[in-house]
């Protein structure tokens, strides 16, 4: 199996745009508490995480994204069950989400980009400060970070089977594990 130094240098080969890593980067956070939640590998889900969207720049289309990635990660190493995860995260590929981590990749996947719009717009511009009824607040204004779609976000959750400001709580501590990475300690 791929190592997370080796899934981050596939990563900065084709990802340039830097709030894409942090995207991808938030992710594998939020996978990798998941997967310690659910006594599961958080190597393996964190790599899920954090390559789920590594061929969006190369492939920026629904026709494309994310299946033409699939064989540069076998080219790459990657596994089997990896990839079937990162194919199933887009409805589009008509791959069924199965195990509790490709359920997990889809509900942490969009509600990391709303986190993190919320967290732009606070005055700290941190994550350190930020509770879910602050989400709450901006998720009834559908203008504010509207790329993050709202109906996606509640049916993923639910199919993961959790509440979801439970959810927003849970996804904001793992974001906060790596704040600095993602340009959210802080002011």
């Given at each position: ?5 080796s ?9 340039k ?47 494309e ?26 409805d ?15 509900a ?37 970070a509207?790329?993050a ?10 199919e ?28």
């Amino acid at each position: 199996m791929i190592d997370r130094s080796s899934a981050l240098e596939l990563v900065h080969k084709y990802v340039k745009n830097e709030n894409l890593i942090r995207h991808m980067l938030a992710v594998e956070a939020a996978m990798r508490y998941y997967a310690q939640r659910h006594s599961e590998d958080p190597d393996l889900w964190g790599l899920v995480g954090l390559l789920h969207d590594f061929d969006w720049e190369i492939h920026p289309t629904l026709a494309e994204h994310p299946q033409a990635g699939v064989p540069i990660l076998r080219q790459n190493g990657v596994s089997e069950e990896i990839i079937q995860a990162i194919l199933s995260h887009a409805d589009h590929t008509g791959v069924p989400r199965i195990s509790v981590m490709e359920k997990a990749l889809c509900a942490c996947d969009e509600i990391t980009g709303l986190i993190t719009a919320v967290a732009l717009v606070r005055p700290s511009r941190s994550l350190h400060d930020l509770t879910s009824k602050s989400v709450k607040k901006k998720w009834k204004d559908k203008a504010f970070a509207a790329g993050a779609n709202r109906e996606e976000i509640q049916k993923a959750t639910e199919e993961f089977g959790i509440e979801l400001w439970e959810h927003v709580d849970n996804v904001i501590l793992a974001m906060r594990s790596i704040a600095e990475h993602l340009g959210l300690s802080g002011n």
